[in-house]
C-alpha cells in the first residue's frame, strides 16, 4: 500500500532561518508528488507540485522541492522563513495509476518565530 | 472566482443523530472528492464523485457514511448515527478533470464535526 512520511511533526524557526521539510513515499510505480500548506483557519493551498522533467521544483512565495527517485524522497525547502509562513505543511502523492487519490502525510507544523 | 464553498463550518452533533455536510465544488469543475482527518493524522481519502456518480468509494466507512453529487446543487457526505469517533475534520476537493488527469485538486475550508 502506499504511505507517505513526513519526519518532523513540529518545527520551530526563528526569521530567516533556512527550512528543510523532509517527505518520503513507498510506491514501486511512477508517482505525482505535492506539497501543500494550510495557514490557520484556511484551507489547503497547493505550493508545488512534481510530475516529471527538472527533479528540482520551484513554487510560490520562495519555496521549492527536489524530488530524489533513488531515496523516495520530495523534501521541501525555503532559504530564509518568514514569520507569515507560520502553517501546516502536507506532502502528498498520487500514483499515476489512480492519479485522483492523494495520499497524504501526517503534516508537519511550522512556527517561525519574529 | 470562488473557491470550493463547504458548509457548515462547524457542526456538532449528539451520539447517534446525523450529519450533513455540503461541497460545492469549484465553477467548472465536475469531479469531487472527500477527505477525512482525525487528529494528528494527514487528510485520508473517502470518497471520488462525479455528477450523479460514484467513482471510488474505498475510503469510505461501510456503514452509516453515505455521498451523492446530484445532477443540480452541491456534493453531501452524510453520516448516519454518528459516534464519538466521527469527530474529524471533513475536507472537499474538486478538479476540472479527474481519472487519469494531472489537475490538481483545489480543497474547500473544511468542516469540523464535533460529537459530544
Known amino acids: 500500500a502506499q504511505s507517505v512520511s513526513q519526519h518532523n511533526h513540529h518545527v520551530i524557526l526563528s526569521e530567516a532561518a533556512s527550512l528543510e521539510l523532509g517527505c518520503n513515499y513507498s510506491?514501486?510505480?511512477?508517482?505525482?508528488l505535492f506539497w501543500y500548506v494550510q495557514y490557520p483557519g484556511q484551507h489547503l493551498q497547493l505550493l508545488l507540485k512534481?510530475?516529471?522533467?527538472?527533479?528540482l521544483v520551484k513554487g510560490i512565495k520562495g519555496f521549492e522541492a527536489e524530488f530524489i527517485k533513488s531515496k523516495f524522497s520530495f523534501n521541501l525547502r525555503k532559504p530564509s522563513v518568514q514569520w507569515s509562513d507560520t502553517a501546516e505543511y502536507f506532502c502528498?502523492?498520487?500514483?499515476?495509476?489512480?492519479?485522483?487519490?492523494?495520499?497524504f502525510g501526517s503534516g508537519t507544523r511550522l512556527l517561525v518565530r519574529p | 472566482n470562488a473557491g470550493v464553498m463547504q458548509n457548515p463550518r462547524h457542526l456538532v452533533r449528539r451520539r447517534g443523530q446525523e450529519a450533513r455536510l455540503r461541497c460545492s465544488p469549484m465553477?467548472?469543475?465536475?469531479?469531487v472528492y472527500w477527505y477525512r482527518q482525525l487528529p494528528e493524522e494527514g487528510l485520508k481519502f473517502m470518497v471520488y464523485?462525479?455528477?450523479?456518480?460514484?467513482?471510488?468509494e474505498s475510503g469510505m466507512p461501510k456503514e452509516r457514511f453515505s455521498a451523492e453529487f446530484p445532477k443540480e446543487g452541491p456534493s453531501i457526505l452524510r453520516i448516519q448515527q454518528v459516534v464519538r469517533g466521527d469527530s474529524a475534520a471533513y475536507f472537499c476537493?474538486?478538479?476540472?478533470?479527474?481519472?487519469?488527469?494531472?489537475?490538481?485538486?483545489?480543497f474547500g475550508d473544511g468542516t469540523r464535526l464535533s460529537i459530544l
Open positions: 476537493a474538486s478538479s476540472p478533470l479527474g481519472g487519469q488527469s494531472r489537475q490538481p485538486q483545489h
Open positions: 510506491y514501486g510505480g511512477t508517482v505525482n
Open positions: 512534481y510530475f516529471s522533467g527538472d527533479p
Open positions: 502528498a502523492v498520487n500514483a499515476m495509476d489512480s492519479s485522483y487519490k492523494l495520499i
Open positions: 465553477k467548472g469543475h465536475s469531479h
Open positions: 464523485l462525479q455528477k450523479e456518480n460514484i467513482i471510488d
